[in-house]
């Protein structure tokens, strides 16, 4: 058996290891890109797994000031598009880092 400084030299090892981890998969979903679209994809956002937006696209056809409303739905309906394929990149991104850790079962990292 081990003694009990060795332990806690491997429990600290360990959260090294997964402090490490955890910081690689942050950059890894900053690289992961997501589209979320609206309209028939009239409206587009491109967004980072992260949540950063990078950039919108408006079909030119939507450029009308009666419109004005329906674009801004639109938008809004491409942001939360993005948002959601984000969420669910990020979330499979750290399920694959965390797969490997030896966690007790029913624990969960604070993603």
Do not use: C, H, Y
């Not at 639109?74 to 959601?84: E, G, H, M, P, V």
């Amino acid at each position: 058996m081990k003694s009990m400084e060795d332990m806690i030299k491997a429990a600290q090892e360990a959260a090294q290891n997964i402090q490490k981890q955890m910081e690689q998969a942050q950059v890894t979903l900053d690289n992961i890109q997501v589209e979320g679209v609206s309209g028939g994809g009239l409206v587009k956002v491109r967004a980072t797994a992260k949540g950063r937006i990078l950039g919108v696209a408006i079909d030119d056809s939507l450029i009308v000031p009666a419109d004005k409303t329906m674009l801004e739905d639109l938008i809004t309906a491409a942001f939360n598009d993005a948002r959601d394929k984000a969420d669910a990149a990020s979330n499979a991104e750290m399920s694959k880092m965390s797969s490997g850790l030896p966690l007790p079962a029913g624990f969960k990292l604070p993603f």
